[in-house]
């Protein structure tokens, strides 16, 4: 059935727009709804909405391991900023860039690429850097930060920000889009009923964390590898003849910490076998960049942290199985490793989750030894003896990767049947805290929909 809308001149003059996706139907209908309601604008409230430094006003050269984190669009991917893969700038660096600088119970957003997701900021540091890519608001007074945040992910507030998106090969907003945002403001009473269902999710999401946290650290209690020091070293020196047998100059492979690994990896006193004699030939995901609102979900490297898939904000895909030329259908129990980029990020598939296509830039590892567990391999992969493993192996210049054979030189401790059994345990019980998360997320922003949508009596 055709839908159209009818505009006047005098209203596109005004907007300045005139491209027709603006005043489709539906957002027609939510700013109606909106402004029927009692909402304001980011800028009537005050908000302080600020855009991201030039992008080469930061160079990798910045980075280190310690210092003010630094959050790029990939940290952005879920409504509580992901921590998991932080990366930080040197402090002489931070001081030149203050004014890009964020506080816990600030909010980010994309501002070109990955468009229509808010996260807030949270408290794991007092001050952080945003880059180039992202926009950044800070919280009007007397508005709750968990209600702001529940109303901007909603369906109503993420339909403005795609309404006044700009561009055509990479469609972006700009910080006067974000301050134009409306923004309903129902009785404190309401918006203190979302804030509450959005600080239940946090705390079973920080539940689902330290779960995986102590999953961890049994392993590697298990493993007499707790203790192990894993920091690098700033002198270091190793023979020719071994550079030549491995065909490998770069300093970095041939830090000291490797090698105190590898000496404790094979002092265990539990098998230790290579990866590639516990699981089938590793394969690459497809390669395919056209998204759109259906089809199959659509695995990439942002969508796998803390041991999980991300399915629910994956892209999708309009193929079907037949098109793709390569056996990467998921099966339950696969367990995935992202290889290029934020590399050594691996994650397992549950009940419900092979029906998505993976990326080029992930690994498919297909367990065939039945005594492995794919809870066990993914907290091992993820945890410090199987990521120093993996990052010794990656190469590359603006963009690491590891490939197939050198994840598959990676050397497994196979723990026994019941410490395995005890870490999956844990996981499960993540995953059943984390699927809580989500679901209180989604009935806070559900509680908020329903509230534009009424009408009032």
């Not at 409230?45 to 980075?63: K, N």
């Not at 391991?65 to 990939?74: D, L, Q, Y």
């Not at 946290?213 to 700033?234: K, R, T, V, W, Y």
């Amino acid at each position: 059935m055709a839908v159209w809308s009818e505009i006047a001149i005098s209203r596109s003059l005004f907007d300045r727009r005139l491209d027709p996706e603006f005043y489709q139907s539906k957002y027609l209908e939510n700013e109606k709804r909106l402004n029927e309601k009692n909402s304001m604008s980011l800028i009537a409230l005050g908000s302080d909405v600020r855009c991201g430094p030039f992008g080469s006003a930061i160079m990798v050269d910045d980075y280190c391991h310690e210092g003010i984190p630094f959050i790029r669009v990939a940290d952005t991917s879920d409504i509580f900023l992901k921590t998991d893969n932080l990366i930080f700038l040197k402090k002489e660096k931070a001081k030149s860039l203050t004014r890009y600088e964020v506080e816990p119970g600030d909010i980010v957003v994309s501002q070109r690429g990955t468009l229509a997701q808010f996260a807030i900021v949270p408290s794991d540091h007092k001050k952080w850097i945003i880059s180039a890519n992202l926009i950044s608001l800070k919280v009007p007074k007397n508005l709750e930060p968990y209600y702001l945040i529940a109303f901007l992910n909603s369906e109503i507030g993420i339909s403005q920000l795609e309404r006044l998106q700009s561009g055509q090969v990479q469609p972006k907003i700009i910080t006067d889009d974000i301050k134009h945002l409306l923004i309903y403001l129902p009785s404190p009473d309401f918006r203190q009923q979302v804030s509450t269902t959005i600080e239940k999710s946090k705390e079973r999401q920080d539940e689902a964390k330290a779960l995986l946290a102590q999953a961890e650290g049994l392993l590697l209690s298990e493993l007499c590898l707790g203790n192990l020091d894993l920091s690098p070293s700033l002198f270091y020196e190793r023979p020719l003849s071994e550079t030549q047998q491995i065909a490998r100059i770069d300093a970095e492979f041939f830090q000291p910490k490797y090698y105190r690994l590898r000496e404790r990896l094979n002092a265990c006193s539990f098998r230790n076998v290579e990866l590639n004699n516990l699981i089938a030939p590793i394969k690459n995901g497809y390669d395919y960049r056209e998204f759109g609102e259906e089809g199959l979900p659509y695995i990439r490297v942002g969508d796998i942290s803390n041991g999980r898939l991300d399915i629910e904000n994956a892209k999708r895909v309009n193929i079907k199985w037949e098109d793709i030329k390569k056996d990467i259908r998921l099966k339950k129990g696969d367990v995935l490793l992202t290889r290029k980029g934020s590399y050594g990020n691996a994650a397992y598939v549950r009940e419900g989750q092979t029906d998505c296509v993976i990326s080029s830039e992930i690994m498919l590892l297909r367990i065939l030894d039945s005594s492995l567990l794919p809870e066990y391999l993914t907290v091992y992969l993820n945890s410090p003896i199987g990521f120093q493993q993996v990052e010794r192996f990656v190469h590359g210049d603006a963009f690491y990767s590891i490939s197939q054979p050198s994840l598959a030189s990676v050397r497994v401790i196979m723990a026994t049947r019941q410490i395995q059994e005890k870490i999956a345990a844990l996981v499960r019980k993540a995953d059943t805290s984390r699927d809580e998360s989500r679901r209180l997320l989604a009935e806070a922003k559900r509680m908020v929909e329903e509230a534009v949508l009424a009408r009032d009596q």
